[in-house]
């Protein structure tokens, strides 16, 4: 090419591009008219053209191996596969303060209180998975439930709530039963434990609910030591406990370095029952708080579906507010 | 919810554009189970960044970009192989085409193209394919090779002189007649 002159080495680029279709009208005009007077110029753009076509030839015919069924289905079932494993996770403000929610597609599957800074640490980093996601707008619609929540405007969130990280089936059962506990009651370690069929586990349903991977949505907050002391909260935060105990109408007064749900104070449900009484009606006060819920008003024993109990009558001589 | 939405796009997405990216795939590789794997590959880091692409964004060029920079890892990690293959290759060209259609190509014209192609350096085999047999825009085909939309004409074009030049005396070109 180097032997060319300069005017052919200069419409080179032109002619390669208009024997490939692709020169404008302006190229196609220079090619044309540089080649009726070039006979190697004219030459080039023919060889150009049989190789447009050749090109042309080997792009339309059948490749051999060119089926994508095999393909396309491995690929369906590992996004499939992806997709479930797959948490996206928002960072919000709450009441609480910095709050993580994530999900995947089966359900909510993670809430995490951030320190004040809102990093996460490499331990919620690892729980979250390789492949999780920050997109706040997948989560936003449960922030906002969740600041309904926790401001007292909406006592349910009906949640589809993804299980699949519990530790055990024994964590499993103990979160259930804590689920079901009704909004505004609580009970005590070892009332949970009664409830799963294993009343000598309290301790290990302690560490069960330690684990909880969705606080709040899963009201471990209502499950408390027996002597009504709120004990452990996300780590060592029990303010958070007495916080959102006292959103539901469960008041817990602080004494001695620790916050304790009184008793005496509190309307009280015997297990099996669907009557709610004082604390003193018949022998309630010797039963230990494993077999009660408490409430904290009688409108959260009965917007839990309790009615009074027709012996005490709760409802004409109710606790001092 | 937004999520719910981006994956029935999703899906959208991989109907219309696998078979294609896999074809791009068997073009650069030249073997249908790495065009397997490697159009998987594409379409599941495609679906982790999807939600982070721009709306408006050209989804088929930026899965070409994904499939492309795929394709040149497999080739860095298959090199070695992919030499010794080489050799047989020549004697049994693999995604060839089966059997010639509308236009009749001549045999020996069709295997000195496929070879000549073969041979070429990466990015102006990957610029050539994306160019000539997919319709990609140049800077599109810039993106996909961290170059420049002139870089991936240039690419193209040098592809295009050498594969004119191996075909050269193979070309049906019947001479000028005189006046």
């Known amino acids: 090419m180097n032997r060319l002159p300069a005017d052919c ?34 030459e080039e753009l023919r060889h150009y ?60 599957a993670l809430v995490r209180y951030l320190p004040p800074s809102g990093a996460l640490s490499a331990q919620l980093r690892a729980q979250l998975g390789a492949d999780a996601i920050e997109d706040p707008t997948a989560t936003e619609a449960l922030w906002a439930e969740l600041v309904e929540y926790l401001e007292g405007r909406r006592a349910r969130l009906d949640w589809p709530l993804d299980l699949r990280r519990m530790r055990s089936d024994f964590q499993r059962r103990v979160l259930e039963a804590t689920a079901a506990l009704p909004y505004g ?33 899963i009201p471990c907050h209502r499950v408390i030591g027996s002597t009504g002391a709120l004990v452990g909260y996300a780590g060592k935060r029990v303010e958070l406990k007495q916080r959102l105990l006292a959103v539901e109408g469960v008041k817990a007064v602080a004494a001695h370095h620790e916050f304790r749900v009184r008793r005496e104070a509190m309307y009280t449900l015997m297990a099996g029952e669907r009557e709610y009484c004082v604390p003193t009606c018949g022998s309630l006060s010797s039963q230990p708080l494993s077999v009660l819920t408490l409430f904290g008003t009688r409108e959260r024993a009965e917007a839990a579906g309790f009615t009074p109990c027709s012996s005490c009558r709760p409802d004409l001589h109710p606790l001092p507010a | ?36 794997d490697l159009s998987q590959e594409t379409f599941l880091r495609a679906f ?32 070695r192989r992919r030499r ?81 030049r191996g075909l050269d005396g193979h070309l049906a070109v019947g001479t000028e007649s005189h006046s």
């Open chain 1, 49 to 108: 053209r049989a190789v447009d076509g050749l090109v042309h030839a080997l792009r339309v015919a059948p490749l051999r191996g060119d089926d994508a069924t095999l393909a396309h289905a491995q690929l369906t079932t590992r996004l499939a596969d992806l997709r479930s494993r797959m948490v996206s996770f928002g960072i919000f403000p709450s009441p609480l303060g910095p709050l993580l929610i994530g999900r995947s597609d089966q359900g909510v």
């Open chain 2, 1 to 36: 919810m937004g999520r719910v939405m981006a994956e029935d796009a999703f899906e959208a997405v991989v109907g219309a554009h696998h078979a294609e990216i896999r074809r791009y795939l068997l073009r650069i590789t030249a073997r249908a189970s790495d065009a397997d």
């Open chain 2, 84 to 164: 010794a293959y080489a050799a047989v290759a020549q004697e049994m060209p693999v995604g060839a085409p089966a059997h010639a259609d509308g236009q009749v190509m001549a045999d020996e014209a069709r295997v000195r193209i496929e070879r000549v192609i073969d041979g070429l350096p990466g990015k102006q085999r990957l610029a050539f394919v994306m160019r000539k047999m997919h319709d990609l825009e140049y800077a599109e085909i810039g993106a996909s090779l961290h170059c420049s939309e002139e870089s991936a004409r240039a690419h193209v074009f040098q592809a295009l002189r050498k594969i004119r």
């Open chain 2, 48 to 79: 982790r960044a999807y939600r982070a692409l721009p709306e408006g964004a050209n989804v088929r060029a930026w899965l070409f970009a994904i499939a492309t920079n795929l394709g040149r890892n497999h080739f860095r990690a298959q090199s």
């Open chain 1, 185 to 217: 009651g609580v009970t005590s370690y070892a009332g949970i434990a009664a409830r799963i069929g294993a009343p000598a586990a309290g301790r290990a349903v302690a560490q069960a609910l330690r684990w909880n991977p969705l606080p709040i949505v």
């Open chain 1, 9 to 42: 080495r200069e419409i080179e680029p032109y002619l390669l591009a208009v024997a490939g279709g692709e020169g404008d009208r302006q190229a196609a005009r220079r090619v044309e008219g540089h080649v009726a007077t070039c006979r190697s110029c004219r």
